[in-house]
């Protein structure tokens, strides 16, 4: 008798050689912490992780899985011995169970001993099938089922279904990053991208009130809730921002504004992600986009700090990026119209091409570093987990 489990397939994680091993053991944790609300037992191997179900609970948990960083793909296989009759009885009962008119069978065989050669099993499941009256024809380029069978060392197993997952790594095997959350909709297709790459986040916000809204941070919450099932509970970090940003323009002409802004911002984000123990910045930067997402302006905004920026939409374009963001379900909520201190005060000729040295020039007009240290100083950290706000002192951190 064949038992059924859902097999998790491990994509890019098959190429990390001798740390395979941490790999695997950090996205079985992960598995597991996602599962937890289900009937599920979830064992591994080095190549494989196995998760047991209720068939009540089977469409949930496929779902729960495609959230989860580190699964390329997600097997619903029937585990059976080796024995050839054996294979074929369960083939011609999987295949009856399925729609459509036509069939093909595909073998791997990890266990080079096994008698058969793939092909041979190939024509042993597909004749067995063709003897026994099956409403199926083959067609070995586009059929309607493909029933594939796996020979390995110790099992074999038989699968007619595939779901895709997220692909990447492990969240939490590439350390955390600090990425600056705006509300629109670039930033958090960024974050869900990072999730991808098994990156942890926190976010900043650099809030300007009374000149921005409350509600700009609702829409945060609304973002973050759609991230949560990628990260269990994200820290946002709401910086105080007024007092700087009315300084910047009092001392400095409207084309430079943003970027002074800018560069005051990554000042205090990496005062911020250093306290947090983030290993680097993250935006959703695409280059081009804006005035201050030009090269020319990036190379001067970034020439305030060497801390490591990662910006993973830098080469896409905006219907891209639109197009993902509906995707994760973060693009109605970024286009609802509450503005962030960027968009607030956009100059009307904002500088494409600025200069380093004039920067430094107008930032020598006033005492800007104590600012800085205070935006830093006053951030209000807010956890957000399983649909809660919890608030947490600035040395606490959530790993």
Known sequence: MSQAYLLIRFGELSTKGANRNKFVSCLGRNIRHALKEFSVEVTSDRDHIYVSYQDD???????????VSGIQRISLVHILPKDIEVLKEKALEL????EGKTFKIETKRTDKAYPLKSYEVCAALAGYILSHDAPFTVDVHSPDVALRCEIREKNAYLSCHDYPALGGYPLGMNGKALLLLS?????????????RRGIKLECIHFAAPPYTSEAVIDKLEDILAKLSPYQEGICLNVVPFTKLQEAIYAHVPEPYCITIMRRMMLRIAVLVAKK????CLATGEAIGQVASQTLDSIQCIN??????ILRPLAAEDKLTI???SQKIGTYEISIRPYEDCCTIFKPKKPKTKPKAEECAFYEAKW?????VEECAENVVHTLYKNGEKIN???EQNDE
């Open 57 to 67: 609970e089977f469409d949930a948990v496929v779902h729960r899985l495609q959230e």
């Open 95 to 98: 295949l009856l169970q399925e």
């Open 183 to 195: 509300g629109g909709i670039d930033s958090p297709v960024a974050a869900y991208r990072l999730l």
């Open 276 to 279: 947090r123990h983030a290993l």
């Open 303 to 308: 020439e305030v700090t060497n801390f490591p």
């Open 322 to 324: 639109i197009k993902e």
């Open 367 to 371: 005492d800007y570093l104590p600012m």
């Open 392 to 394: 947490i002192e600035e």
